[in-house]
């Protein structure tokens, strides 16, 4: 995975740190606040608290070139702080725009190509469909390879959501705030990715006895899966 735990731009040139949280650990929000004052230590020590789960967000859906993505999401969050009011949590925050990132993205790879200049429907486009780079996830078991391909052939909205529910471990609030979604419809669109993948899992299973280990403990298996990919990722050496 190559991508780099250390932010290397910033707006602005270094600022001397702010009065008396230099002597406490700050919040992401306080850091935010001073990188978007011109203090790129507090936006390193932003991004290097938030590194890994932004990596992983993109990964599995992009493949190892993923630093732009990456740079992206965090000098988003500058951009977009006067939008947002703190209602929810700087994580939150954070995943809503890579989960715009990614969309644009994808919207940008098939303008580049030719495809339909529509905008993408990314409740009926699966991973497979939008066709990025391969996974970088080592999947070990069986079962794992099982889920990985299963979750590139559901469509995009479903397999973001089953992400951040087990990988993240957000609740149906949190990832309604990330999506833009109603709490209900975050519920709902769970219930149906679990159906999705599921139904995927059964078409592509090479043998009844993977199928049922794999359904047996289907939580399990999809938070494995996280393990690989944090794995994965500390393979790589930071550069700063």
Not at 50 to 60: D, K, L, T
Not at 133 to 159: G, K, N, T, V, Y
Request: hydrophobic content about 40%.
């Amino acid at each position: 995975m190559q991508a780099s735990a250390r932010l290397i731009r910033g707006p602005g040139p270094p600022a001397a740190w702010y009065g008396d949280i230099i002597a406490r650990e700050p919040t992401d929000f306080e850091l935010l606040d001073a990188w978007r004052g011109g203090n790129r230590d507090a936006g390193n020590l932003l991004f290097e608290r938030h590194f890994e789960p932004i990596c992983r967000f993109f990964a599995n859906k992009v493949g190892d070139n993923i630093d732009d993505l990456i740079q992206r999401t965090f000098l988003g969050c500058i951009e977009g702080r006067d939008r947002f009011a703190k209602k929810s949590s700087f994580r939150t925050y954070l995943f809503a725009v890579a989960h715009n990132v990614l969309r644009m993205h994808f919207r940008d790879l098939r303008k580049a190509a030719g495809r339909n200049l529509d905008e993408p429907d990314f409740a009926q486009l699966s991973l497979d469909d939008l066709g990025p780079s391969p996974s970088s996830i080592i999947a070990i078991h069986e079962e794992q390879r099982l889920l990985l391909e299963a979750l590139r052939r559901i469509p995009l909205d479903f397999q973001v959501v089953l992400e951040l529910y087990y990988w993240e471990d957000m609740a149906a609030p949190e990832v309604a705030e990330v999506l833009g979604i109603p709490e209900g419809t975050a519920r709902s669109r769970l219930r149906r990715a679990r159906e999705l993948l599921n139904q995927k899992m059964r078409i592509l299973a090479r043998s009844p006895s993977l199928l049922k280990t794999t359904l047996s403990d289907l939580e399990h298996w999809v938070r494995s899966l996280r393990e690989q990919l944090v794995a994965h990722g500390d393979d790589s050496e930071p550069s700063a």
